[in-house]
């Protein structure tokens, strides 16, 4: 099993300029969530999808952020125009949810976001 | 809104101490209360967790204790050793049991406690 996939793992940009990360989850998995970590607010949840479906996109900061999950194998978050703010490493993850409670989230690797 | 305040922030703890790492959540409509480990440069990880009904959780050197009445719920480390070393997060259930369907896999997660054991 690979695991959640990410890509790319390391992006520098400059503000201003469209960034698109993507995000590839566990073969299997019905549910998927971006989170954005920082040392100033920590792991925060962005947006959560259940069956492609986005069910919570509360925690998306802005219009400038919007995520995609076309299909089950496939996500994407994209910041357009990206701002020196929104440099973090935004992980993606996945899980499994069935009808009780209580999931084990299985984390990618992250991709670090510098925007100059 | 949901929030978990963990603490202490940071933790240094000598080889074979105990590490305690405390958190406190507001309110909830079920008890799942899991820890999650993540190391430099790598994406957190299950650790361990702790499900209804029970007050205690134990998986090797690591113990959850769980006290409903005070919301609060900790992790304890055992004989705590160098490769421990690592950031852990708390995280309570975000989303309550009327939500839509049954997608109750959201997580409020604590602001993370570092952990550093020396040799």
């Known amino acids: 099993d690979a695991g959640v996939i990410q890509s790319p793992r390391h992006e520098v940009t400059e503000m201003g300029q469209e960034v698109t990360l993507r995000c590839k989850p566990i073969?299997?998995?019905?549910?998927l969530f971006w989170y954005r970590q920082t040392m100033m607010r920590g792991l925060e949840l962005l947006i959560y999808?259940?069956?492609?479906?986005?069910?919570?996109d509360s925690g998306m900061p802005e219009d400038r952020f919007s995520a995609k999950m076309p299909n089950a194998s496939f996500s994407t978050l994209k910041i357009q125009p990206s701002e020196p703010r929104d440099s973090a490493v935004y992980f993606c993850?996945?899980?499994?949810?069935?009808?009780?409670?209580?999931?084990?989230?299985?984390f990618g690797p992250g991709t670090r976001l510098t925007v100059t | 809104q949901q929030q978990v305040k963990q603490s202490p922030q940071s933790l240094i703890v000598q080889k074979g101490g105990i590490s305690i790492i405390n958190c406190a959540y507001e309110?909830?409509?079920?008890?799942?209360f899991p820890w999650y480990q993540q190391f430099p440069g790598k994406g957190p990880a299950l650790l361990i967790a702790?499900?209804?009904?029970?007050s205690e959780k134990k998986e090797g050197r690591f113990t959850i204790s769980f006290n409903k009445s005070a919301k609060q719920f900790s992790l304890h480390i055992m004989d705590s050793q160098p490769g421990d070393s690592a950031t852990y997060f708390c995280?309570?259930?975000?989303?309550?049991?009327?939500?839509?369907?049954?997608?109750?896999?959201?997580?409020?997660f604590g602001r993370g406690t570092q952990l550093t054991v020396w040799p």
């Open positions: 073969s299997g998995h019905n549910s």
């Open positions: 309110n909830t409509a079920f008890d799942y």
């Open positions: 995280a309570a259930p975000r989303g309550f049991a009327f939500d839509r369907g049954s997608t109750l896999g959201r997580l409020y």
């Open positions: 999808f259940n069956n492609n479906v986005p069910i919570d």
């Open positions: 993850a996945s899980s499994l949810e069935g009808q009780g409670v209580g999931y084990e989230q299985y």
């Open positions: 702790i499900r209804p009904d029970v």
